[in-house]
C-alpha cells in the first residue's frame, strides 16, 4: 500500500502525533536538527503570541487565539501512544453570539453564560472567559525551529506559559510508522506524549503531574 506523502506547509487528512514537554531532551533536538531534511525556510524559525482557553471540565477540545483568530481542534483518538486531533471550528473576531452558543461554549463543557450583545471583540470574550470559574485564558509565546525527519513534520520550541519556560519537541504524520520511527531515530520513545492542554494545566497547578522531563 503506498502511504500518503506528507508535504511541508499544505493540509492533510488529520495527523498522527507526538508532542512532550520538559526542561532537557538530552541530544532529541540536536539529532532532530541533523536527520531533517531540507525545510522551506519560512518554516526555519516562527514565532507566535497566543492565547489558550482552558476549561476545568474539557480535556478534548484544544481552543487558541492566535493572530485576532479562533482555533479550536478536538481529540479524535489515540493510536500506538500517538494522538490524532481534527479541526472543529476556525473562526475570527468580532464573533456572533451565535457562534459563541452553538460552537465555542459547548467545546468548553460549561454552561452558556448569559450573552447580552449580538457580536463580541476579543477584548469582550476574553472579558467573558474571566468572569468563567471553571475557564482561564493563559498567554503562551512560542519560539518554533521546523524540521522534517522520516517525512514527519517536527519542531523543537521553547514556549513561555503566562511566564513560565519550557521546552517542546514534536513530529506528527498521516503515517504512524513514519513518527514512530522519528521517535526512534532521535531518542524520544521514553518521554510521555503530552498535548499543550495537558503541557499548560499541569504549568498553571490544574494537573497535579510534571512535565516528561
Known sequence: MNKT????????????????????FGTADTRMARLSVPIPEKLWARESDEIYIL??????NN?????????????????????????????????????????????FKVDMPKLSQSEYTKDEFLEIIQNQPELQAVRVHKERYGYMVNDTLCEVGYVLINGAEVMTINSESTEIPDVLKTLEDCGLQTYENINYLQAIKRVIGWIDKPLAS
Request: glycine content about 8%; charged content about 30%; aromatic content about 10%.
Open 5 to 24: 506523502k506528507l508535504a511541508v506547509g499544505e493540509i492533510s487528512k488529520p495527523r498522527f502525533e507526538f508532542r512532550s514537554f520538559g526542561q532537557d
Open 63 to 107: 481552543m487558541k487565539i492566535r493572530d485576532g483568530k479562533m482555533d479550536i481542534k478536538t481529540y479524535i483518538q489515540t493510536v500506538d501512544g500517538l494522538e490524532q486531533w481534527n479541526p472543529l471550528m476556525k473562526g475570527e473576531f468580532p464573533v456572533s453570539a451565535e457562534v459563541l452558543e452553538n460552537d465555542v461554549f459547548p467545546a
Open 55 to 60: 476549561s476545568k471540565t474539557n480535556d478534548v
